[in-house]
């Protein structure tokens, strides 16, 4: 069965950091691409980030460019998202996704809230 | 980058009807489209990918059509259990962009 597990999530002041992990299990993540997805309070889903599975490619939208770095450690079977100089608009519950196109399989969610 | 609309943005429907939810592209995204479901509280839940193909598992209630910029997700008989809100979301092109989501009520 495959499944992703968050963690990392949490309260934070503007202009912190933060790091989210991805433990994936039940399936051969070293050959995955892998996501993170968002999705602020009360709103709909947005894409950040994906990184193909020898970490040669990696992809952020436009907002968190300069500040985001998606990583991951194949001999762990794990995905990381490193959060720097937050910002009130990056509130959101924080999504690991298989894939980086349609994503089958996502996480339960970290919450993160940028808040003074 | 590609935007996504959805059409209506809320319904509210009975038991039994059928339930169709458009999504438009603002430009060509050949088939590139998925449809996902997600129950207040809960993770989304691909239900379409291709445009039109069913995700294995989901009930056959559920179908996807269209290409290019113009796609159509219909629910056939609307049973309780599917209140939620649905997103379209297209990954012909990056950043991978998702429409802002239909909710369907009973």
């Known amino acids: 069965e495959v499944q992703l597990v968050e963690s990392g999530g949490g309260l934070v002041q503007p202009g912190g950091s933060l790091r989210l992990s991805c433990a994936a299990s039940?399936?051969?993540?070293?050959?995955?691409?892998m996501s993170w997805v968002r999705q602020a309070p009360g709103k709909g889903l947005e894409w950040v980030a994906s990184?193909?599975?020898?970490?040669?490619?990696?992809y952020y939208v436009d907002s968190v460019k300069g500040r985001f770095t998606i990583s991951r450690d194949n001999a762990k079977n794990s995905l990381y998202l490193q959060m720097n100089s937050l910002r009130a608009e990056d509130t959101a519950v924080y999504y690991c996704?298989?894939?980086?196109?349609?994503?089958?399989?996502w996480g339960q969610g970290s919450p993160v809230t940028v808040s003074s | 980058d590609i935007q996504m609309t959805q059409s209506p943005s809320s319904l509210s429907a009975s038991v039994g009807d059928r339930v169709t939810i458009t999504c438009q592209a603002s430009?060509?995204?050949?088939?590139?489209l998925s449809w996902y479901q997600q129950k207040p509280g809960k993770v989304p839940k691909l239900l379409i990918y291709?445009?039109?193909n069913l995700e294995t598992g989901v009930p056959s209630r559920f179908s996807g059509s269209g290409s290019g910029t113009d796609f159509t997700f219909t629910i056939n008989s609307l049973q309780p259990e599917d209140i939620a809100t649905y997103f379209c979301?297209?990954?012909?092109?990056?950043?991978?962009?998702f429409g802002p989501g239909t909710k369907v009520d009973i």
């Open positions: 039940g399936f051969t993540f070293s050959i995955y691409w």
């Open positions: 291709d445009a039109s």
């Open positions: 979301q297209q990954y012909s092109n990056l950043p991978r962009t």
């Open positions: 996704a298989r894939g980086a196109s349609y994503y089958r399989y």
């Open positions: 990184i193909k599975p020898d970490e040669n490619e990696k």
């Open positions: 430009q060509d995204i050949s088939n590139s």
